[in-house]
């Protein structure tokens, strides 16, 4: 593609993390000159390794690689690049307290065998539900690298973008549309209540779902985190994919870095952009805190929505009911992580003596469904909860690189805990995180709370300080029905064009929303270079 006009750059990516990189590396690689301002001093965004002690390094934010969309791997040839990903073998574990471990693996069957031996009607169910399940996510997994369709399309556009939708669905017949319905609006709760028996198993499947949801798992339309879990992901786009990431997740950016630098991309760190640049409705470049402005055709935000339109424009650049709809988006936490660097490798109680180092390395801390949802109460009332649920991952068991012989690295992520807190603020209350968190994994790992050498405790509004995460929101915006597809970021503005002609949104915060998948990034750069070939918006001189 030629340059844009006479202005040294083609496009600025607003933030460097993994949507905001891949955006780039796809725009570079289609020969658009691209720059990328970051405003820590690493790229990645909340997909980093980190040192947290010295010696000892920690995937601080995310920590497990689901989807990262093997589209974007295999284009942007990551693997040329470095990212190495282990399969998690179990996808997960759950330890309880009578000492059992409960495994879920990647083969359905192999579950089902180990369901068999606590409850044999739990074992059919579950295989039932995952094919149900899987059949499901076949239908929605082509929406991922798409724009959704485009509501207001008129005229020839409004028949292909219906045409588009229905071709997705083309043959779902009978139960497949009741499930689908069923799995969107219906509860988690409710479906784990109606079709198992045994609290075992309910909690091994709430255990792959609801990370980072703004509900408890008897809220309507908790169901479709199941189906989420089923897309695809890794590099040979297995169903269900877990991946441990070496060198941690930020390898994953320090891969799609290398991409985005070898087709030319600038990338520049500490550098915060404090106003996107709008002349006459059009986007025009950046003013960094510095009081640098650089200039550009066209500028892309990978910040949330609400830093994005209520932080970097002026209100008078917006319209006012753009601006109230981006205000209203739920966002507020509810997760919190805690690393740590042990003396000792975790010792499951009940984990199998047999067990190798990579079943070892991940189990999580489920609470029962109740327990999980009085816990979200809790949250959305601003108490912290002592019934946390954690999820566990001994990533040095995988990877020796991330610590020196003796070290190990055990990272929680933590939910529901609540952005607000009703007393006292998180500065004070970090470190009794910190030991709710410690204690809750002694009772599943007793030589933990005395093997701690380091810690690092990230609350919401850790997240929101260092990560750039408004109000701790790992997905820059809830993934609740009324928050996505069509309506992500908001209705009527899903096609990452934004109010200002040249501005688009690449980050999580638009459609299919957070999680390391690369593809809020891919869609974003594709629209402006398709825009770019029909001359959508007015270019500049
Ligand atoms: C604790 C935690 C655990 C998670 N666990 C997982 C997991 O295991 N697996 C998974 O798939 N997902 C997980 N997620 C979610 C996932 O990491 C995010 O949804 C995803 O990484 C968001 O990517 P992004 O590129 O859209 O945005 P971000 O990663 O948020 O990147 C946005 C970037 O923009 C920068 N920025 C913001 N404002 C400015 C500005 N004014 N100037 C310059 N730069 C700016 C920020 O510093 C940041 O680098 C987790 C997230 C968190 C926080």
């Not at 709430?206 to 189906?227: C, E, R, V």
């Not at 640049?277 to 470049?285: E, I, L, M, T």
């Not at 200002?500 to 594709?526: K, M, Q, S």
């Amino acid at each position: 593609m030629n340059p844009i006009g006479s202005r040294r750059y083609d496009a600025i990516l607003v933030g460097g993390g993994h949507n905001g990189l891949t955006a780039a590396a796809y725009l570079a690689r289609a020969g658009l000159r691209v720059l990328v301002l970051e405003r820590r001093a690493i790229l990645g965004g909340c997909c980093v390794t980190e040192e947290i002690a010295p010696g000892c390094r920690a995937s601080t934010t995310s920590y497990i690689a689901s989807m990262l969309r093997p589209e974007v791997i295999r284009d942007l040839r990551l693997a040329h690049h470095g990212l190495r990903m282990v399969p998690c073998e179990p996808a997960l574990q759950v330890p309880f307290e009578d000492g059992t471990v409960l495994p879920w693996w990647s083969s359905s069957e192999r579950t089902a065998e180990e369901l068999r031996r606590i409850a044999p009607r739990d074992a059919a169910a579950f295989l039932a539900t995952e094919q149900r399940l899987k059949r499901l996510a076949r239908y929605l997994q082509p929406f991922l690298l798409e724009p959704p369709p485009d509501l207001d399309a008129r005229g020839l556009n409004g028949a292909r973008e219906k045409w588009r939708l229905l071709r997705r669905f083309r043959g779902i017949r009978g139960r497949e549309i009741t499930d689908l319905l069923a799995f969107m609006t219906g509860s988690l709760g409710e479906l784990l209540d109606r079709d198992f028996e045994h609290d075992k198993t309910k909690r091994l499947i709430l255990a792959n779902s609801l990370y980072g949801k703004h509900g408890g798992p008897y809220q309507p339309g908790t169901a479709f985190g199941l189906l989420f879990h089923l897309l695809s992901g890794g590099e040979h786009e297995q169903q269900g994919f877990f991946g441990h990431v070496l060198g941690g997740m930020g390898a994953i950016t320090q891969a799609l870095a290398a991409a985005a630098r070898s087709h030319g991309a600038e990338l520049r760190t500490a550098a915060p952009v404090a106003r996107i640049v709008v002349r006459d409705g059009q986007a025009g470049g950046v003013a960094l805190e510095s009081g640098e402005e650089i200039e550009a055709a066209t500028v892309l935000s990978n910040a949330d929505p609400k830093r994005t339109f209520l932080g970097l424009l002026e209100a008078n650049e917006l319209p006012e009911s753009f601006r109230a709809a981006i205000g209203g988006i739920r966002m507020a936490g509810p997760c919190a992580k805690v690393n740590l660097v042990l003396g000792e490798e975790p010792r499951v109680s009940g984990m199998p003596a047999d067990a190798d180092p990579l079943r070892r390395s991940l189990f999580t801390l489920a609470p029962t469904l109740e327990q999980a949802e009085r816990c979200y109460d809790q949250a959305k009332l601003g108490e912290l909860s002592e019934q946390l649920w954690v999820d566990c991952v001994v990533a040095s068991n995988v990877d020796d690189s991330l610590a020196p012989p003796g070290r190990h690295i055990l990272t929680c992520f933590v939910q529901y805990v609540p952005y607000r807190l009703r007393e006292g603020d998180w500065d004070r209350q970090r470190e009794r995180l910190g030991d709710l968190v410690v204690r809750k994994v002694g009772e599943f790992a007793p030589n933990v709370p005395g093997a701690v050498i380091a810690r690092q405790v990230l609350t919401p509004l850790d997240l929101e300080r260092i990560y750039g995460l408004t109000e701790g929101n790992i997905f820059h915006g809830d993934l609740s029905l009324e928050q996505l597809f069509f309506m992500r970021p908001v209705a009527g503005w899903a096609q990452y064009r934004t109010p200002v002609r040249g501005l688009y949104l690449c980050g999580a915060g638009a459609h299919p929303g957070g999680g390391v998948t690369g593809a809020p990034g891919y869609n974003a750069a594709h629209q402006l270079l398709r825009d770019l070939r029909r001359r959508v918006f007015p270019l500049p001189e």
